[in-house]
């Protein structure tokens, strides 16, 4: 899985610009969380190559970048949780969830 990291605020419109071309995951993650570690893992083992033609991936270190996550939650209107998973279209959160909710299955049937 080729993660993009999202570490600066003008991403985010970079990000709602892409989503109507093609649906954008967004993964925060808490690399201090074991739960958040078992989450991506279980996300990650899924994922398939040719994922990355459906949907662009973007990567949150929470620790690093939590006011980044705040700003996440703003402006998609989703609260914050971590770990959490934002599916965007047409610059619209469409799906998402948190914690062990995050489903490679579920994600991939929205887009």
């Known amino acids: 899985m080729n993660w993009n990291k999202l570490t600066e605020a003008g991403q985010i419109e970079e990000i709602k610009s892409l989503s109507k071309e093609k649906p954008v995951l967004i993964f925060k993650h808490s690399t201090s969380c074991s739960i958040s570690s078992m989450s991506m ?16 991936p973007y990567y949150l270190d929470l ?39 995050i489903s490679y299955a579920d994600l991939m049937g929205k887009i």
């Open 41 to 56: 893992d279980r996300l990650t083992r899924k994922w398939q190559t040719s994922d990355n033609e459906k949907v662009e």
């Open 63 to 101: 620790i690093a970048n939590r006011e980044l996550s705040n700003q996440v939650a703003r402006e998609f209107g989703v609260p914050h949780e971590s770990p959490q998973v934002l599916l965007i279209k047409s610059g619209n959160v469409i799906y998402d969830n948190s914690h062990f909710g």
